[in-house]
């Protein structure tokens, strides 16, 4: 089966009750039991969901993989993947991430006991040398949030089999759309569901996606023993959100490339970051790895003025100025003031998180809107 067929049928079958081709929300939180124990599948709502089932089943068919879990949120989802782990192990992850990954690793699991070490990982080999024998996860974010730095999945796979360390990789940017990292050798697939997969900026949630049923039995206890699931009307919002996926990242993707263009040809931006510019760093590996390049975009002002950037980010008119990216409307963010604000600025700027940089979620309005919009903000 195709991917965009799957997006609509995968791992999906009408209703067995009534023949409802969509999921009915099973707003419940127990089911009769004709004896202890005897039930027909579902026992407790935080356990499982018939909702949430369907929901985690179309996750697992669009990240070919075997098995998924629904969470209350992506940071949720981080938290159950570090449950695998116990005080003194180590993590490698990626030095530019997610504000709340890095907030979470920081300062919540390294009060645990937990090591992290966020290494530059655009060459594959540098993750090596943080390699010891309390070295039992790697975190990836390809592409990365905000600077869309390009990883070799592959590359990484390789290192991490060769030492018996799981690889994980949030997914969140690209969307199984444009790559899926189970099928490049990762162990664990994250998404913050939230975004792209809902897509309609209406539901939080999040996702974590695997091929083993050891590794899935691990972490679908953590699931039901820490209890942070999400309900079953959100699990219905991002259901019907995968549908229309694969034609909400086309015109993700469309339009990213036009206003990224846009942008490179302006002559108050100093840098623009996307991945589908032919001398982006690691262009080549997107292009093995990703369908496309989707619709996140980031640029730096010339002269690194914070309150150019933030008078661009306030004057615009249809990107709204707003947390969170993925939606079908454009949104604009300023890292180092919003989503990045957690990590101290020297670790922050030497990721290329300066204070002039601006996050642009590219949404499917029409481009010409879009770049209007743009043109009459930066002026």
């Known amino acids: 089966m195709k991917f965009n067929t799957k997006t609509i049928h995968g791992n999906q079958e009408p209703d067995k009750a009534y023949g409802s081709v969509m999921p009915p929300i099973y707003q419940t939180t127990t089911y009769a039991q004709t004896t202890p124990g005897g039930h027909k599948g579902y026992e407790y709502s935080r356990s499982a969901n ?15 993989g075997t098995h998924a879990m629904a969470f ?6 981080i938290d ?6 116990k005080s003194g192990d180590e993590v490698i992850s990626t030095n530019d991430l997610y504000g709340g990954t890095y907030r979470l690793f920081t300062k919540i699991f390294e009060g645990f006991g937990i090591k992290f070490h966020f290494v530059g990982m ?15 996860l790697i975190w990836v974010e390809t592409p990365t949030n905000p600077m869309m730095n390009i990883i070799d999945i592959k590359a990484a796979a390789l290192v991490a089999n060769k030492h018996n360390i799981l690889l994980a990789v949030d997914n969140t940017f690209a969307t199984p759309y444009l790559q899926q990292p189970l099928d490049l050798g990762a162990d664990i697939v994250m998404h913050s569901a939230t975004k792209y997969l809902g897509g309609h900026s209406d539901v939080v949630m999040g996702a974590l996606v695997v091929k083993d ?28 959100g995968i549908k229309t996926l694969h034609i909400r990242m086309q015109r993700h993707c469309e339009n990213g490339k036009a206003v990224a263009e846009y942008l490179r040809r302006h002559p108050k931006i100093e840098t623009v970051y996307w991945p589908g510019f032919e001398d982006h760093p690691n262009h080549d590996i997107a292009k093995a790895q990703m369908k496309d390049f989707g619709g996140m975009v980031s640029f730096t002002t010339k002269g690194n003025n914070y309150a150019e950037a933030i008078n661009i980010v306030e004057k615009l008119k249809i990107f709204t100025l707003a947390e969170s990216l993925g939606g079908v409307e454009s949104l604009a963010g300023h890292p180092a003031s919003m989503t990045h604000a957690s990590i101290p ?6 990721t290329g998180v ?26």
Do not use: M
Not at 50 to 58: I, K, M, V, W
Not at 354 to 379: F, H, M, N, T
């Open 80 to 85: 159950a993947v570090l449950k695998l782990l």
């Open 72 to 77: 209350g949120s992506g940071l949720a989802a």
């Open 50 to 64: 018939p909702t949430r089932t369907a929901l985690e089943n179309a996750f697992a068919s669009i990240e070919n």
């Open 122 to 136: 655009e060459n594959a080999s540098n993750i090596e040398a943080y390699i010891n024998t309390n070295t039992k």
């Open 345 to 350: 600025k020297e670790a922050r700027e030497k």
């Open 213 to 240: 049923k050891g590794l899935a039995d691990r972490l679908y206890f953590i699931q039901n023993a820490s209890g942070a699931v999400c309900g079953p009307q959100d699990s219905f919002l991002v259901l019907r």
């Open 354 to 379: 300066v204070d002039s940089l601006i996050r642009l979620s590219v949404g499917i309005e029409d481009e010409e809107d879009l770049i209007a919009d743009l043109k009459q903000a930066i002026g």
